[in-house]
């Protein structure tokens, strides 16, 4: 209760009861994008603007767990706050809500495939591929007001090495798998050639 005990000099005290609250909750499902419940998603909260957040007592409640056969999950111990919950399975893509409000009992995460970058660069004069070149995917690019799910601040897939010399790739064709699904910049950098920016797209299981 936050009671101070004054105990004096030799005194000492033969029994202290602590009662610990319950805290609140956040109740969802974690589900693909056809619906189906996913089993063994690992969901975590984080509290705004803070690092994870953590409650500890006697049953040692925290803010991350595993769903459930049925794809359901409960996240227990929280504060009265609002968190960003994130689902992460396999080899899809991470599930974000931000803005969550401890004591949501109905919250949905919806993970989706991930999806894979595929061109060719070739020179803009002679249409002769390029065959040494750097890639980056930024996040940002076409589409800012999607509906597609937002990708953590400062997000970058780089291809080959980005911050030293290009790489070689046959015939200028480049691939890039197992990347999230969102609005992407593609920056394009060879030497002698000036570096190019395309918005790219990168949806869901393509």
Do not use: C, W
Not at 31 to 37: L, S, T
Not at 53 to 70: C, I, M, P
């Amino acid at each position: 209760t936050g009671e101070v005990i004054a105990l004096a000099e030799g005194q000492q005290v033969g029994e202290l009861v602590y009662t610990l609250g319950q805290g609140s909750q956040i109740l969802g499902v974690v589900v693909n994008a056809r619906g189906e419940q996913i089993a063994g998603a690992q969901v975590s909260a984080t509290e705004a603007n803070s690092g994870p957040h953590v409650v500890f007592d006697s049953h040692e409640r925290n803010t991350t767990t595993t769903s459930e056969s049925d794809g359901s999950f409960r996240l227990a111990g929280l504060d009265a706050s609002r968190y960003r919950v994130i689902a992460k399975f396999a080899d899809f893509a991470p599930a974000v809500a931000a803005g969550v409000a401890a004591g949501d009992s109905a919250l949905k995460l919806v993970l989706l495939e991930k999806g894979s970058v595929v061109g060719v660069v070739s020179d803009a004069a002679t249409r002769a591929p390029v065959a040494q070149f750097s890639l980056r995917l930024e996040t940002g690019g076409v589409g800012r007001g999607s509906a597609l799910p937002p990708l953590p601040p400062g997000m970058g897939v780089s291809f080959g090495d980005f911050a030293g010399e290009a790489q070689d790739y046959t015939d200028g064709v480049f691939s890039k798998p197992n990347v999230n699904p969102g609005d992407y910049t593609l920056v394009i950098s060879a030497p002698n050639f000036v570096s190019a920016e395309l918005p790219v797209r990168v949806e869901s299981g393509r």
